[in-house]
């Protein structure tokens, strides 16, 4: 550890630390506009200058390294004047139009002019001109005539994220920020830049001339679109939300979002959500509907008793509202049959569930059948931030498809659909053969087409890691009792797991009581099917679109008398409900949601729910008066442990382990799925413009078998079932898999499932 002096106040840190943080840890603020930690140094702006003892100059604080015994002042008439200067140089071609300029009183340029700057301009001679709203893509504008050329944004594009879009073009006073070629930037990351920059030169086009620091309401919230759980700053005006900014945590979270994150929240006020309560397919008023509600479940209870009601949780709801739900149900109706949608069957046992600290800690890094920057992408940037510090970390994956992208380079071991437990458990016994665990997994396994010698390099990398984190998608279930093999294997090295999988909430679910499994949810939908079940409520979910099986869902549908829904938007077969309530969404309600990493995070509720849209106590509150019980949602249950602070308590691992069943022999194309959060289902205007247009992908060899070109439309079929989906050839698909993402609104992949397809015509053709 270093100590040194600032403003006559001792702090100690970390050798290789810049004075800009030395001073930070002392609540001291040192101005900066181009350094940030997360991009480290550069020394670009000059605003940042301090007084170091013993240095005959003024120190840039942001390049400036501590040392034992330094002595700084970030406050002395010759910083003030220095700083002033620097002021005067970036005021000279600035524009006067702060009063129209977003960042209008968010912005470090007015704050340090009011604080260091000149009183008035000493040039006479004309600013000079340049682009003001220039497209940076789609959802982002430049104004280059504000830029203070910090580079803060060209640095996080080209080098954090490693998409290299943006970069510096002119000379002199002409240098401007613009993109590559001058064509739109595609990166999914690239709407962090908006918060990076410290001025008004990078804006929203979403959030353009729409509200000013004086006339919103900024709360903290948390994003519900991926398990990731980003933290975020939800920015509310007349009764919307009109913009989501990153939120960073102190040694956690930098704060940065993907553009679904960040641009995505319009579905609130898309015109397609449900704000109006729906009786036997007709709009009704709200208090109407939730009694009939009310009267269906009071008839079921009196005749065929509590365990005729079933109850199913999905969607974006809280931690609280599931707990109410869950405490409705159990104790106010008295059913057992309660569970959540899931659009996985795995299940991870919570003592194997790690942390985003665990992807910091790990030296190897295994991802099974998860390529992150599709499904979670800002675990991806996290592991992009591993590569970029050149800390060693060892990348390796299972999954039918390659997982390998620019700007991450993962090992890839090419799995058959469905048999990505086996070459897992072929991995494990390769370097632990003789371990009871691994046998416990049973020998019957297929061979493995890809070269042994990368197998045993798994095998190795899986047993001998000091540290092993791993990423799973959570389609097959069987890598479950892999994993808890795997942690015997290491008992005395740690072993963590990162769920993939929605809803963003399931663990939050599970906290309040609804069962993990998918076990609970087949059994409801098998009951139904059988007739068993008279009122079905579906909370959230849409298990048409989500639950593996399309064809017991709708055989459980047809058996039901009763079929409620609470949904933001019309699930799948809606004219098969007898009510739809709107729900209330996030942002709406006040509570807590459970990320990946199993913790907790409290989201604040920014703006008031439209229309008819109600919380979940509301709508319990009435049915609970219809079944003349009493039923009270402040019960003093905190879903916060005593254990592990903002972490869910620990469980513990289970011992059992259940041997991999038998799979079949490969066929001639096999139909493979993954999570693409851009097209999750929930919809947004903001991001049309960057949904792709063929989101499914093909090899060029089975391309070209089918005749399709460079893209095209083809029908998939399985078990008398078929998906229409938009393909085009990618390279690095390999020979006899098609790729259609999980839960489009436009094919849900569920519908005929995964594995090996019956047939896949050519539907239309369009050569690129």
Not at 643 to 665: R, T, Y
Request: hydrophobic share 40%; with cysteine; proline share 8%.
């Amino acid at each position: 550890m270093i100590r040194l002096t600032i403003d006559d106040q001792e702090v100690e840190v970390p050798q290789g630390t810049m004075i800009a943080d030395a001073a930070a840890k002392l609540g001291i603020e040192i101005p900066v506009y181009c350094y940030h930690q997360a991009l480290g140094p550069l020394g670009a702006c000059r605003m940042c200058l301090v007084q170091v003892e013993k240095m005959p100059k003024l120190a840039t604080a942001c390049t400036t390294a501590v040392a034992e015994g330094m002595v700084v002042y970030t406050s002395t008439p010759a910083v003030d004047k220095g700083r002033k200067g620097i002021l005067e140089f970036l005021l000279i071609n600035h524009p006067l139009d702060c009063p129209v300029c977003d960042k209008g009183g968010e912005c470090f340029l007015q704050d340090y002019t009011f604080q260091y700057g000149p009183p008035a301009g000493r040039f006479q001679e004309p600013k000079i001109q340049k682009v003001k709203d220039g497209p940076i893509n789609d959802l982002i504008l430049i104004d280059q005539e504000r830029c203070v050329l910090c580079q803060r944004c060209v640095r996080f594009v080209n080098e954090y994220v490693g998409e290299p879009q943006l970069l510096l073009e002119g000379r002199g006073v002409e240098t401007v920020v613009t993109t590559v070629d001058h064509a739109p930037a595609t990166s999914q990351f690239a709407g962090n830049i908006i918060d990076l920059c410290p001025v008004g030169a990078l804006l929203s086009v979403p959030y353009h001339h729409k509200a000013r620091p004086w006339n919103i309401e900024r709360q903290e919230s948390v994003c519900t679109l991926c398990p990731v759980g980003c933290t975020t700053l939800a920015t509310g005006r007349d009764g919307r939300i009109v913009r989501i900014e990153g939120r960073p945590v102190p040694d956690r979270s930098w704060g940065w979002l993907c553009d679904r994150g960040r641009f995505g929240y319009d579905w609130a006020v898309d015109p397609d959500r449900v704000t109006t309560s729906y009786l036997k397919g007709r709009q009704e008023a709200a208090a109407r509907t939730t009694r009939q509600v009310g009267e269906w479940i009071e008839e079921a209870f009196r005749q065929h008793g509590p365990d005729s009601i079933a109850f199913v949780i999905g969607g974006m709801h809280t931690t609280e509202e599931a707990r109410q739900l869950y405490r409705f149900a159990r104790h106010v109706v008295g059913t057992d049959r309660v569970a959540m949608s899931r659009d996985v069957s795995g299940y991870l046992p919570r003592g194997l569930n790690g942390t985003f600290t665990d992807l910091d800690d790990a030296d190897a890094i295994v991802l099974v059948g998860v390529d992150p920057y599709e499904s979670v992408p800002v675990t991806h940037l996290k592991l992009r931030d591993r590569i970029r510090t050149g800390r060693p970390v060892k990348l390796m994956g299972v999954a039918p498809r390659s997982l390998t992208r620019e700007t991450l380079s993962v090992k890839t071991l090419l799995s058959h659909v469905g048999q990505e437990p086996w070459v897992l458990a072929q991995a494990l016994s390769s370097a632990a053969p003789d371990h009871a665990a691994v046998k416990q997994l049973g020998q019957a396994a297929p061979a493995f087409d890809g070269e042994e010698a990368d197998l045993k390099a798994l095998g190795q990398t899986l047993v001998e890691s000091e540290h092993l984190t791993l990423l799973w998608d959570g389609l097959e279930p069987e890598v479950e009792a892999v994993l808890v093999a795997l942690s015997q294997v290491r008992a005395d090295k740690p072993t963590r797991v990162l769920p993939t999988w929605g809803p963003s909430n399931w663990r939050g679910y599970e906290r309040a009581g609804f069962p993990g499994r998918l076990d609970a949810l087949t059994q409801i939908l098998e009951d139904a099917r059988d007739g068993k079940i008279q009122v079905l409520i579906q909370w959230g979910a849409d298990l048409m679109r989500e639950f593996p099986s399309q064809r017991l869902v709708r055989e459980a549908y047809a058996q039901v008398p009763h079929l409620v829904a609470e949904e933001l938007f019309l699930p799948m077969e809606s004219q098969a409900f007898g009510a739809i309530l709107p729900q209330a969404g996030p942002g709406e309600v006040d509570g807590t949601y459970v990320n990946m990493e199993a913790r907790l995070q409290t989201a604040t509720s920014s703006v008031q729910p439209p229309g008819q849209c109600r919380p979940t106590k509301t709508y319990l509150t009435s049915w609970a008066h219809a079944l003349q019980k009493p039923f009270t949602t402040e019960d003093g249950w905190d879903p916060y442990g005593d254990e592990g602070g903002d972490l869910l308590p620990p469980e513990p691992i289970p011992n059992a382990i259940s041997p991999l069943s038998p799979v079949d022999q490969p066929r001639a194309l096999e139909l493979v799925t993954g999570v693409l959060v851009i097209e999750n289902g929930i919809p947004s205007a903001n991001l049309k413009p960057r949904m792709p247009a063929y989101p499914g992908r093909i090899s060029p060899q089975d391309g070209e078998k089918l005749g399709i070109g460079d893209r095209g439309r083809v029908r998939i079929g399985k078990n008398g079932e078929e998906i229409h989906v938009a393909v085009e050839v990618d390279a690095m698909m390999a020979e006899g898999r098609i790729y259609v993402p999980l839960g489009m609104a436009s094919a849900p992949v569920n519908r005929v499932g995964t594995g090996a397809v019956d047939v896949v015509r050519l539907e239309e053709v369009k050569n690129a």
